[in-house]
């Protein structure tokens, strides 16, 4: 056997590896639930809320233009990979020995301390996602990475299942006492992530060659990025896209918070939609990994901006027509189960569809940096849970809180359709 074969089989199994010990470690802190679970039980300042549901898009986008920088023009990556990685995903071990200590006696240090995690975790994991993608192009093929990505998503939310079972356990009113009960979750988000970095080591890389090497330095990095984001239609259609998709977070990071409000739920539901988030991801990874062989990454995020516009109007209907959450609670609270499940299947799509197409159609030596414009410009739209969180405050003291939220609900249903109608007019890949 090849030294080629080998490399390319140890290369599929590190990937899926790091991906499924990753994927089962944030199921343990979903941002639009556990965080903001735990934020919500510190504060009710929706503002602050609002803060916590997007610290980990707004840190964790734009240092990928950084990453994209860094790696320019550099023959090995991996360094570029594993640090970030080591720095990020041991930074909720912090929280946890936080919790466990201090017991979040002074809840708005305690806060902020959430804030500054999650904000190390996603920049290390969003720099080192830039090296983690390029040198998956180089290793493998697109239908390989394809198989290794669903693979390893695949088995990640079977893992997260598992994790959506214990957040459900530890944070009913049966279970630990707070804050211990998410010192725990924490802590076994940490368990996962060390040996996913462990996963990560063992990837066996493919240096640029000479010659790609010597085409790229004799191209600066800013002079590429400016012809590509002023000239290539391809990336401009591809970030609009992006940017009124992500608009849906401005309704995602108040999910969870309007129907708890609504209907008076406690924490031990957060469980439940960790499990629909999860069982949705996993409909997501095996449709998408389907769909991603046949029609290709442009298939993908053509079915996931299809789901994505479903959720919003789901919460808009039962947000604008309060009869329902009054004579049939079971009902509103399924049809908030149903738009978690969907958009765990639009965040699994998302690596394979949004994440996947510049893969696909970048030229080789410039994939960093086409994967890193694509994230960051479209992470502008990590701003807009910290102004539904504004939004829900003024509407609400103005009119009503069921009005507020079917105001931020309607708007981010009016983006994702714009968002459907722009990723239909890009360009079809042709895939080996």
Not at 145 to 168: D, E, W
Not at 269 to 290: C, P, R
Request: proline share 4%; glycine share 10%; net charge positive.
């Amino acid at each position: 056997m090849s030294h080629m074969v080998v490399d390319a089989r140890r290369n599929i199994v590190a990937y899926a590896a790091d991906l499924a010990l990753g994927m089962a470690g944030f199921s343990f802190i979903p941002a639009a639930i556990v965080l903001v679970g735990l934020a919500d039980r510190l504060t009710d300042n929706k503002a602050l809320l609002g803060i916590v549901a997007m610290t980990g898009s707004v840190a964790g986008f734009p240092s990928q233009i950084v990453a994209a920088r860094a790696v320019h023009g550099k023959k090995r990556q991996k360094p570029y990979m594993v640090i970030p990685s080591l720095i990020g995903r041991n930074s909720f071990l912090l929280m946890a020995i936080w919790l466990f200590v201090t017991q979040a006696s002074d809840p708005v240090l305690t806060l902020w301390l959430l804030v500054g995690c999650i904000a190390v975790l996603f920049i290390g994991n969003s720099f080192a996602g830039v090296a983690w993608f390029d040198i998956l192009g180089r290793v493998l093929s697109p239908r390989a990475r394809g198989r290794s990505i669903a693979t390893g998503s695949f088995i990640g939310l079977i893992a997260g299942i598992g994790s959506g079972l214990i957040v459900q356990r530890v944070l009913s009113p049966t279970g630990l006492g707070f804050p211990t009960n998410y010192a725990i979750i924490f802590l076994c988000a940490w368990a996962c992530f060390l040996p996913s970095v462990i996963a990560l080591i063992s990837i066996k890389e493919t240096p640029m060659s000479a010659t790609e090497h010597s085409q790229t330095m004799k191209s600066p990095f800013l002079h590429d990025l400016m012809v590509a984001v002023r000239k290539d239609r391809m990336m401009q259609r591809l970030i609009l896209a992006r940017v009124f998709t992500g608009m849906e977070t401005l309704a995602a990071a108040f999910y969870v918070v309007y129907i708890r409000e609504r209907l008076g739920l406690n924490d031990g539901v957060l469980g439940v939609f960790s499990i629909a988030s999860v069982g949705g991801g996993l409909i997501g990874t095996l449709f998408s990994g389907w769909l991603n062989g046949r029609r290709g990454s442009r298939g993908v995020i053509r079915f996931a901006v299809v789901l994505q516009v479903i959720a919003p109007m789901l919460a808009l209907i039962v947000a604008a027509i309060p009869v329902i959450s009054t004579a049939a609670p079971e009902v509103a609270l399924a049809f908030f189960v149903v738009i978690i499940g969907i958009n765990g299947a639009v965040a699994q799509a998302s690596m394979l569809g949004f994440q996947g197409y510049p893969l696909d159609v970048a030229p080789e030596r410039q994939r960093a940096m086409y994967l890193g414009v694509v994230n960051s410009i479209s992470g502008i739209v990590t701003l807009t849970p910290l102004l539904g969180g504004i939004l829900l405050e003024e509407l609400t003291h103005a009119v009503s809180s069921g009005f507020a939220y079917s105001v931020i609900f309607a708007i981010a249903a009016m983006s994702v359709l714009t968002g459907l109608a722009v990723s239909f007019r890009l360009p079809k890949v042709q895939r080996s």
